[in-house]
Structures are given as structure tokens and as C-alpha cells.
């Protein structure tokens, strides 16, 4: 029991050290990130329906209650629920033409179905007791994936192999390049592995260090010490669960970019 | 999550016995099939709802906003225009009305005071003929007073003399009256 609340900690990387100190005090801070099946309890295959496909269910009825139903009066002067929709529109849409230019519009669906995926299942996450999709690698490394693949085909398409230009770095001396270019192919292939590991490393980060406080209010002396912990880092999660949504959406812009106009 | 030890009822190589997480839940190699797939369910599911439904209808709405907000902005200029208009047209006849009225004013005075010296005029006139008349009648007033006068005196002096038992000479009585009241 012991060693596994110790081992448990030491994956979130906070109160390692308390947990072996303590020993009586029960921390399990990764048990909310285990994927369970909603019926019975057999294995989890690929089409087993778990708590993951309750909560992103959850998290498509909440974008359909905001995004459609919400806009659903086409009111001049918008409702609550419209202006929320609205300002999620203009704000995914502006980074959009913003970063990407005019031509980049096209691509402005796919891009507010990531945004408002990553910051819905985020907020979701942030219910007690919820299950946070976005805290798994499995989530977020596909949602980088596609969005990899499909900057680097959309990349080949529009510019063809001209679209390789983007790794010889003209503006450098001649000798450089070569070295440049590995330098710049490394760091391309890097990009789906910080992109997707941020979000999830920061959404899991946050949620198991309030589960390693929460383990804390055990013991009466800390308890009321601990609740203020768990409600500080709460409000700094609310921030982290908008922050890391916006962070991947322009990012992928940056990408997306990148695959539009190669030439620096 | 509040943890309920199911043990060994989880049939799991990432969950031991009593029903918690061995090392990483995210690492668990057998879970992540599962999670790619609903994930891209429901990626497809968002993705059609918001490019078919959502965003064609936010769009337009946020484009009708814009439409109102420009008609309304040029229905504002249109009716500022108009406002100016209509006070131009206000101050411009107040302006003639000031200057019809100045005008009616002059021609009132300078009526007015023709028709006083055509008056005073004519009153003039009039008593320079009062004085005349006046003057006639003054005179014949004080010609028949003389004439009256020399009567009594003539008759006084008769008197006088008959009395003193003079004779009375009718004549000489009347030249001596007459050139006494010449004298």
C-alpha cells in the first residue's frame, strides 16, 4: 500500500517525500486518471464504452448546448449563451486570420474543433469527481498528430517540394546551413511531442497535485492548510485549463503557417 | 476520485488489486486504443456540428449585427442631416421675419410721420386762418368802437353846448369833435 502511494507521488513529482514520511496517510493522486469501463467490469477494448466516452460525450452535449442551442435565437443582441458562443467564434477566429493570414480561414473549422474540444474536456476536468480526457497522452499525442500530418501534407501540397525550403535557412552564411537544416528538421519532428505532452503534463500535473493536498487533509492539524492549498491551485488550474487550450490553438496556427507560406 | 478497492475484480496489467494505479494511468498501453477511438469520434461529432451548424450560423449572425449596425449608423447620419437641414431652413426664416418685421416697422414710422406733418401742417393752416379771421374782426371790433365813440361824443357835446344854452350847430359841433379826437 505504501509503495504504491509512493510511487504514485513520485509520478506527479509532488509530496514523494511526505508520502514515505507519513505513511498513514493515503495517496493515490493517479487513480483519477484510470480509464475504466462505465459497464461491468471486463477489460477495456477498443470499443468498450469507458468513463472516456462518457465525459467526451459530456463534453460534445456541452458544445452542442453552447455552440447551437445557444446561438439557436440568431439574436442582433445576443444572450448570455450567444455571447459566450460569439466571443469563442471571434476569438479562434481573429488568431486564425491573424496568424495564418486570409488564406488560412479555410482551415478555421478544424481549428475551433480542437480549441473548443481541449477547452471544454479541460473545463470538464475540473469537476470533482470528473474524469479529465485531456490528461491523457493517448488524447492529446493523436490531437498533435493530426494536427502534424496534417500541416506537413497540407505543407507538400500547396508548395510542393519547395515546401523542404523551409529547413535551408537562406538568410544564414552558406557553411552554416546544413547544420541549421538538421537543427530545424529535428526541431519540426519534435513539434507533435511538446505540442501534445504540454497539454496533458499540465492538465495532469495540476490535477494530481490537488489529489497529493487532498491526501494531506487526512490529518486534522494540516487540513485546514490543505484546503487552502487545494483551493489556490484550483484557481490557478481554472487558469491553466483555459491557458493550455489557448497555447495548443496557436500553436497550431504557428504551424499551420509554417505549411502555408514555407519561405520565411 | 474516490477510490473503492475492488479487489482483483479489475482485470487490468496498469490496476493492482485493490482497484488503484500502478505507475502512470496515461502510460498504460492497453487503454489507449480505447481512448483513440472515442476521441475520434468525437472529434468528427464536433467537427460536423460546428462546421455545418455553428459557425455558418454564428457567422451570419455576426454579419446581420454588422449589416444593422451599418444601416443604423447611416440612418443616424441620414436623420443628422436632415436635423440640419430643417435648422438652416428654421434659422432662414427667422432671419427674413426679422427683416420683414424691420422692414413693416420702418414703413409704419415713416407713415406715421408723413401723415403727422401733413397734420401739423394742415393745423398750421388752419390757424393762420383763425389768426386772420381773427384779426378781421378785431379790427372791425375796434373801427366801430371809434365810430361809436365820435356818436357819443358828438351827442355829449350837443348836449353839453345846449345846456351852456348855446345854439347847436350841428356841424361845427362835429368838426371841433372830430379834430379833438384826431388831436
Known sequence: MATEATQGAEMAGHGAEHAAETGGLVFHPMDQFIVKPLFGDGAVGMFTITNVTLWMAIA??????????????????????????????????????????????VYFPYIMTLFMFIVVANFLGLIPMSFTTTSHFAVTVVLALCVFLGVTILG????????????????????????????EIIS????????????????????????????????????????????????????????????????????????????? | ??????????????????????????????????????????????????????????????????????????????????????????????????????????????DIKAKLEEATREADAQIAAKTAESEAAIAEIRASALANVEIVAKDTAEAIVAALGGKTDQAAISTAVDNRMKG
Open chain 1, 188 to 264: 519540426y519532428f519534435v513539434r507533435p511531442v511538446s505540442h501534445s505532452i504540454r497539454l496533458a503534463g499540465n492538465v495532469m500535473a495540476g490535477h494530481a497535485v490537488i489529489k497529493v493536498f487532498a491526501g494531506f487533509a487526512g490529518l486534522a492539524i494540516i487540513s485546514p492548510l490543505s484546503i487552502v492549498a487545494i483551493t489556490a491551485i484550483y484557481g490557478l488550474e481554472v487558469m491553466v485549463a483555459f491557458v493550455q487550450a489557448y497555447v495548443f490553438t496557436i500553436l497550431t496556427c504557428v504551424y499551420l503557417k509554417d505549411a502555408l507560406h514555407p519561405h520565411h
Open chain 1, 156 to 183: 507538400f501540397v500547396k508548395n510542393g517540394p519547395s515546401f523542404l525550403s523551409m529547413f535551408w535557412v537562406t538568410s544564414a552564411p552558406l557553411a552554416l546551413r546544413p547544420v541549421l537544416a538538421i537543427i
Open chain 2, 1 to 110: 476520485m474516490a477510490t473503492d478497492p475492488i479487489a482483483g475484480e479489475i482485470t487490468s496489467a496498469c490496476v493492482d488489486s485493490h482497484g488503484s494505479a500502478i505507475g502512470m494511468p496515461q502510460l498504460c498501453a492497453e487503454w489507449i486504443p480505447n481512448q483513440v477511438f472515442w476521441l475520434v469520434i468525437t472529434l468528427v461529432v464536433i467537427f460536423f456540428v460546428l462546421s455545418r451548424i455553428a459557425l455558418p450560423r454564428i457567422a451570419s449572425v455576426l454579419a446581420e449585427r454588422q449589416g444593422t449596425i451599418t444601416n443604423d449608423i447611416a440612418a443616424a447620419e441620414e436623420l443628422k442631416r436632415q436635423a440640419a437641414d430643417a435648422e438652416a431652413a428654421y434659422d432662414k426664416a427667422l432671419a427674413d421675419a426679422r427683416a420683414e418685421a424691420q422692414a413693416i416697422g420702418q414703413q409704419t414710422r415713416e
Open chain 1, 60 to 105: 460534445i452535449l456541452v458544445i452542442v448546448a453552447l455552440m447551437v442551442l445557444g446561438t439557436s435565437r440568431r439574436a442582433v443582441v445576443p444572450s448570455r449563451s450567444q455571447s459566450v458562443a460569439e466571443l469563442a467564434y471571434g476569438f479562434i477566429h481573429k488568431m486564425v486570420e491573424d496568424v495564418t493570414g486570409k488564406e488560412g480561414l
